[in-house]
């Protein structure tokens, strides 16, 4: 029985970890994880705040998922938006989802996220 979804992974290009970091940690504010030692050697990073876990996996033939991504909820969306905008982000306002605001960025490498929070769309 499934119970939660644990994490998700993304792809990332060799040698990307600097740039994750800045942005996983620095611009949306997560943690970085130590990875265990038995995939440490495989490069890549771990991010998570509260229930939300993202995994950064080295992939060498990179492409970044420009359909598939994971949908992050926010509280304060605007404010949101506004430090990723500040902090060299694309931000793309979406209104098709009803119920919630959301908007769609990129991070560093090219991977497509979505940032949402229930509420009047």
Not at 95 to 114: K, M
Request: aromatic share 8%; hydrophobic share 40%; charged share 20%.
């Amino acid at each position: 029985m499934l119970t939660a979804v644990d994490h998700v992974q993304l792809a990332a290009p060799p040698g990307s970890e600097d740039l994750l970091r800045a942005y996983y940690a620095g611009t949306l504010g997560m943690t970085e994880v130590p990875k265990p030692t038995a995939l440490a050697a495989r490069g890549g990073c771990w991010f998570e705040t509260g229930d939300a876990r993202l995994h950064l996996g080295i992939e060498r033939a990179f492409r970044p998922a420009r359909k598939a991504h994971p949908g992050l909820r926010v509280t304060g969306i605007d404010a949101f938006a506004a430090r990723l905008a500040a902090h060299g982000a694309p931000v793309t306002w979406d209104d098709l989802l009803p119920g919630h605001r959301r908007f769609f960025s990129e991070d560093p490498v090219g991977n497509r996220l979505e940032f949402l929070e229930p509420g009047p769309a």
